[in-house]
């Protein structure tokens, strides 16, 4: 088969990042391999993410700037996934003359067709939801790849519709990815090499919950900390509300799963989040807070907030600054409310102008800045066990990634990459610290 030559870009959360391997394994059925650069591709793929308006808008540039790729390269493919495809479907044929096709969440089991039509000069877009049976037949278990960390996808879509998410309506209902499967993907990934999973989701913590008589989350935790070669466990969404004592238990005895937990609150006003359909409460969230340092005494907490929330006051604001110091989050992802369409919360509404948004914005971030340098500052004559991942920006480094999610960079061989280390924390910086190995 000729080698082909696709270019992948890939936006928005790790879900993305998850599908897009799916989607190079999917290629490479009609004989595409993957390539860093767009010169000489043959295919781009645009791996889309529209959980705010900005990152829908972005594609559209993206989209609009591919014109000048097909000057030089007329027979140049262009394909568009992930949610903004699934929310636009046809449409995005229509608003973009020069694309070839589109997959919408469900249909990347179908790539390889689509492609070999787009190849033929059809024009595709296929984004219906499948039924449940279908979607977990489907789910590819990915071979090793090697590599320090891997993500292993054990479920998809979600049944919680936050009033302001447009997941739900992108990514469908949720699934949990059957057990065995997954486990079978870990060893794989064990044995190439990998040495840290991060199990992904939008809502790891209802792993299993809707399905008769499999394992929850907790008790998947454990089996997967039971498969031999692999030292470190993440996971990532958590929803607060389904935070559960089995859960809460792993930290306290089950050593691979890392210190970390990233726990998005959105907003510290009971108000707010009763108008987000969150589901618990600030003293909620704040009980289960104190509960996982309970278990795990050196756990990192990291949040996602929304500032500007349509109705948000002065003093729903403070409150969200309050929970933010009463937590100590080592990181925030930080936005500007963003209507999405379908969603409840569109509807609601907003009085508070963009200035104030972004005032709001400005002061979390500056918020977050310090909580990050207090704890960084804390860790200083600390050693800690790090997995090397990669090279540091400055000559001669390298960096690894503690068990709380933090970065060290330290002088030390490349060959030490995939490995672990210990390091003498000795300096800290804003976004990172730095270190001595030994
Ligand atoms: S839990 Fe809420 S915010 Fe998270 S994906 Fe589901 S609907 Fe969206």
Redesign the pocket.
Known sequence: MVDKKVHIQTFGCQMNVSDSEKIVAALRQVGYSPTDTIDGADMVILNTCS?RAKAEERIYGILHTMKGELKRNPRLLIGVGGCVAQQEGERLLKKVPHLSFVFGTHNLHLIPQMVLAAEDGKRIAETDFIDNETRLDLFPVLGGTGGVSRFVTIMQG?????S?????YV?GREISRRPAEILEEVRMAADSGVREVTLLG??VNSYGLKVGDGPNFAALLRQVAAVPGIERIRFM?S?PKDISKPLIDCFADQEKICSHIHL?V?AGSDRVLQIM??GYTRSDYLRKVESLRAARPDICFTS?IIVGFPGETEADFRDTLSLMEEVGYSDTYTFIFSPRPETKAASLEDKTTRAEKQARLDEVIALQRKLTGNLHRALVGSRLQVLVEGVGRHEGQIYGRTSGNRIVNFTGPVEMIGSFADVLVVKDAPNSMLGEMG
Do not use: E, G, L
């Not at 979600?158 to 936050?162: A, G, I, Q, R, T």
């Not at 302001?164 to 739900?168: D, G, H, K, Q, R």
């Open positions: 959980v979600c049944d919680n519709f936050c302001y998410c447009i997941v739900p990514r939008q809502n969404t929803h998005p959105q359909n969150r996602d």
